[in-house]
């Protein structure tokens, strides 16, 4: 049985090219301080809401922060490593924005976050699911699997984000992400969320906020879902991997884009003799 994730599959969505560099040829994405950041946040509010589901209390906001600071410093030892792999495919541009970006920023910036998030949100979430994991058919010989954050005692997915921006208002039932997880939720549990509350962590080191957008009656639409990534992995099956950004998006940046060399190489060699090099290449690293 074939298996596919959420972000393989929004990997594709975004951009097919990297889809390709990724999960055909095995190449690596390259780290991100935030991303790293983003990570360590999430372990510290899932180790919180496991804890709770156990004892009904969690960890203080002081015990918070120390595992917030541990992880994030365990994420950027991971960070250095695969900066340095990586670093001989990387721009200039690249490597120059990511030197700018302020480690102590980002430390203060998540401890404010925890702050607010532990009294603005954490006390009114009785948890249930902590990340647990689900799977569903999609069609004969696959299936898509993933991990529901957190769910609640009421029956409501609760999706956490955090940014540095605050989101604008949005339909979030048009959600892809949250449209699985509430197939996965059903396959589960036996019956359909009573809720979906996307909460968004506000950073700021002075004025970090929640910002929830809720859905009081969810709508799923399976066979949609369904359809869809069976289309996205069929197209995947035979090498349809095109880049559609227009040439000044930020995506496709120097700046932005981990894999713009490749891109380069790609547009320059043509599709069959880039994946004839790399095959090549990912065939002798794991023979080592």
């Not at 949609?224 to 995947?236: E, G, H, L, Y």
Request: net charge positive.
């Amino acid at each position: 049985m074939k298996q596919v994730s959420f972000s393989r599959v929004m990997t594709y969505v975004r951009c097919p090219e990297h889809y390709l560099f990724r999960y055909v040829l095995g190449m690596s994405n390259a780290p991100r301080k935030v991303f790293k950041h983003g990570f360590a946040l999430h372990e510290t509010i899932e180790y919180h809401f496991d804890q709770k589901k156990q004892d009904g209390r969690g960890i203080k906001l002081a015990e918070a922060k120390e595992f917030f600071a541990q992880a994030f410093v365990n994420a950027l030892e991971d960070y250095g490593t695969e900066l340095d792999e990586a670093r001989p495919y990387l721009t200039r541009e690249y490597l120059s924005k990511e030197r700018k970006i302020s480690v102590k920023d980002m430390m203060e910036t998540g401890m404010r976050g925890l702050e607010v998030y532990f009294r603005r949100l954490s006390p009114y979430i009785t948890p249930d699911l902590v990340e647990e994991p689900f799977s569903f058919k999609v069609r004969q010989g696959l299936e898509m699997i993933g991990r529901i954050d957190l769910t609640d005692t009421e029956d409501v997915i609760h999706e956490l984000k955090t940014t540095r921006v605050t989101p604008n208002k949005q339909d979030i039932r048009s959600d892809a992400q949250l449209a699985i997880y509430q197939i996965g939720y059903k396959e589960i549990t036996g019956h359909a969320p009573k809720g979906i509350s996307k909460d968004y962590v506000v950073l700021s080191k002075n004025n970090s906020k929640i910002v929830r957008f809720r859905v009081v009656r969810p709508f799923i639409d399976k066979r949609t879902v369904v359809r869809n990534v069976s289309a996205i992995m069929d197209a995947a099956d035979k090498n349809i991997f095109y880049c559609m950004h227009p040439a000044e998006s930020w995506i496709c940046s120097k700046e932005w884009c981990s894999f713009y060399k490749f891109h380069q190489e790609l547009k320059k060699t043509g599709l069959s003799a880039f994946m004839e090099k790399y095959r090549e290449k990912k065939r002798r690293k794991l023979r080592r």
